[in-house]
Nanobody
Framework: QVQLVESGGGLVQAGGSLRLSCAAS????????MGWYRQAPGKQRELVAA???????NYGDSVKGRFTISRDNANNTVYLQMNSLKPEDTAVYYC?????????????????WGQGTQVTVSS
């Protein structure tokens, strides 16, 4: 079974930094896309950042210029460097991975989610 395990969440003061990591275990294949989503109480889940297998990135408007996503393809690990954190960034952050399975005449996508890690920004 594929498992995505997040780490690095915690409590930080406004203006501080955190680095989140997500490692995929139990997989013999690579993922096409990996990313981070977040969900705050009473709000819908939103895209934070995503990265393709060749390194192309995109960010949610609210974090652009402050967060940086990267990945280590050899280890199926994705990272999120969060700088200049604001109280509005407080949320549960979820790791996401997508694998495209190609077959003659059709294509399938498998989507995986981590259990989430809490990020709390005070003041």
């Amino acid at each position: 079974q594929v498992q995505l395990v997040e780490s690095g969440g915690g409590l930080v003061q406004a203006g501080g930094s955190l680095r989140l990591s997500c490692a995929a275990s139990g997989s013999i294949f690579s993922f096409n896309d990996m990313g981070w989503y977040r969900q705050a109480p009473g709000k819908q889940r939103e895209l934070v950042a995503a990265i393709t297998s060749d390194g192309s990135t995109n960010y949610g408007d609210s974090v652009k210029g402050r967060f940086t996503i990267s990945r280590d393809n050899a280890n199926n690990t994705v990272y999120l460097q969060m700088n200049s954190l604001k109280p509005e960034d407080t949320a549960v952050y979820y790791c996401n991975a997508v694998r495209v399975v190609a077959a003659p005449g059709r294509e399938m996508k498998a989507i995986y989610w981590g259990q989430g890690t809490q990020v709390t920004v005070s003041s």
